[in-house]
């Protein structure tokens, strides 16, 4: 039988042909995690402490907007008033049960992340290649995430999964994933079908999307809008101002990324008289 060359000049094969004298920042920070961890450990444990470090590293400055209140932030906030009920710990605590649930999540997706091709080598796709799939994969997750969030809002839903979600009128970015652990099993599934149904074709693909699906969670849960708000730029991105009025009314908006699904639905109608009432109050103003 044939020996590989990798094996017999003893470079791991998962190296390939890259040339190691001549990375990537990129290829190097994976190089580094690829010679200590296996390929389920990176699946598993690595994702998951990356994942808890990206949504503490992106809600934690929303705590402190929250406690500090600085005057040139919180003149952008969309609602004034306060949360009358404080959740803050019990929050954290869940925010914790629900981050430790993915582990599991993530032994579970291992088999999957395999049968769609995603490689553990060090020879990366390219960015483009990984950001373009992450829209996509932004593009299904936000369908499944519309019709379960929609289902969420019926009475058995709303009563039995949903309303922990809907403790904070107010949002702040850290609540995104503060819901019940059913709540957040069932939409942290949206996750899986993108990569399931178009490919992933790297561990990196996953991590870029998991780092876009997690920014744009928190994004919608800020409360704020303020003028460089993504969603001032971007056409069809819900951004905060939609979520908001989602969590202000318990009514309509359903979707959390795209606009399109509660347009094409009609579950965006109060929403846009409200905009209108907003817009003429302006007019208003500067009459
Ligand atoms: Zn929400
Ligand atoms: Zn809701």
Redesign the pocket.
Known sequence: MALNNNHTSGVPEWVGNVDLNNMGLDQQFYYLIRSNFSELEITTTVSIFYIFFLYTILSLPWYFIKVFKPSFLYKYKLQQKEEEKQTDWGCILQLVINHLLILPMLYMGYPVLKWVGVSYDLALPSWWDMLARSMIFLVVEDAWFYWV?RF??TDFG?NYI?KI??EYQTPIGYCSSYASCVEFIILGIGSFIGPFLFGCPHIMSWWVWMTVRQIEAIDCHTGFHFPWSLCNFLPFYCGPIHHDH??KT?NGN?ASTFTWWDWMCGTDKGYRLWLEKQKKKQEKKVE
Do not use: D
Request: proline share 0%; net charge neutral.
């Open positions: 969030h969420m809002h709303y949903h979600h809907h989602h969590h318990y359903y």
